[in-house]
T-cell receptor, first 111, second 112 residues
Framework: GQQLNQSPQSMFIQEGEDVSMNCTSS?????WLWYKQDPGEGPVLLIA?????ELTSNGRLTAQFGITRKDSFLNISASIPSDVGIYFC???????????FGTGTRLKVLA | DGGITQSPKYLFRKEGQNVTLSCEQN?????MYWYRQDPGQGLRLIYY???????QKGDIAEGYSVSREKKESFPLTVTSAQKNPTAFYLC???????????FGNGTRLTVT
């Protein structure tokens, strides 16, 4: 099945550091979503992006919809211990209801 | 409260048995989805439904079946033909084609 290329796969950072992760694809998407998943739970929506070039913030989180419509990134500023979890990107193929998910970035924050 | 309810949280079955996972939403969303998640992996699309009485195969539909008789319900049956059914199953819904997915809290299925 289709999956997006998401990197890095995992990262350990110190509390207070900024974090950056991204997703790339060979397909064009008309919507990008970013989710956080805690163990044993469903993913929770963080940010939704709908236009190429769009830059959107949600508290300490900032995400951008790439100009080519084939990529997106998520930044987390001043990380805190509760940022620990798995972050997923998801892109919606143009003209369909299908969302394709990235393979996830596992974030661990060291206090 | 509005949301998506998946039940049960944990499900155990013997190999060769069919099993049905429940998904109910009270968000009045048109579209519903089933994803499968394996340890350390992303989500893979099994089936999705844009409207009642209509559904499409996702990337890994073999060994699964669904029905969409009511707007609020989208049950998934894992059949004995599914070769590796043990996984975490997530149901989601969205209002329309460009709306974000809202997820339930998943059902962990173990087949022995």
């Amino acid at each position: 099945g289709q999956q997006l290329n998401q990197s890095p796969q995992s990262m350990f950072i110190q509390e207070g550091e900024d974090v950056s992760m991204n997703c790339t694809s060979s397909s064009i998407f008309n919507t990008w979503l970013w989710y956080k998943q805690d163990p044993g739970e469903g993913p929770v929506l963080l940010i939704a992006l709908y236009k190429a070039g769009e830059l959107t913030s949600n508290g300490r989180l900032t995400a951008q919809f790439g100009i080519t419509r084939k990529d997106s990134f998520l930044n987390i500023s001043a990380s805190i211990p509760s940022d620990v979890g798995i972050y997923f990107c998801a892109g919606q193929l143009s003209g369909t209801y299908k969302y394709i998910f990235g393979t996830g970035t596992r974030l661990k924050v060291l206090a | 409260d509005g949301g998506i309810t998946q039940s049960p949280k944990y499900l155990f079955r013997k190999e060769g048995q069919n099993v049905t996972l429940s998904c109910e939403q009270n968000l009045n969303h048109d579209a519903m989805y089933w994803y499968r998640q394996d340890p350390g992996q992303g989500l893979r699309l099994i089936y999705y439904s844009q409207i009642v009485n209509d559904f499409q195969k996702g990337d890994i539909a073999e060994g699964y079946s669904v029905s969409r008789e009511k707007k609020e319900s989208f049950p998934l049956t894992v059949t004995s033909a599914q070769k590796n059914p043990t996984a975490f199953y997530l149901c989601a819904s969205s209002m329309s084609d460009r709306s974000p997915l809202h997820f339930g809290n998943g059902t962990r299925l173990t087949v022995t």
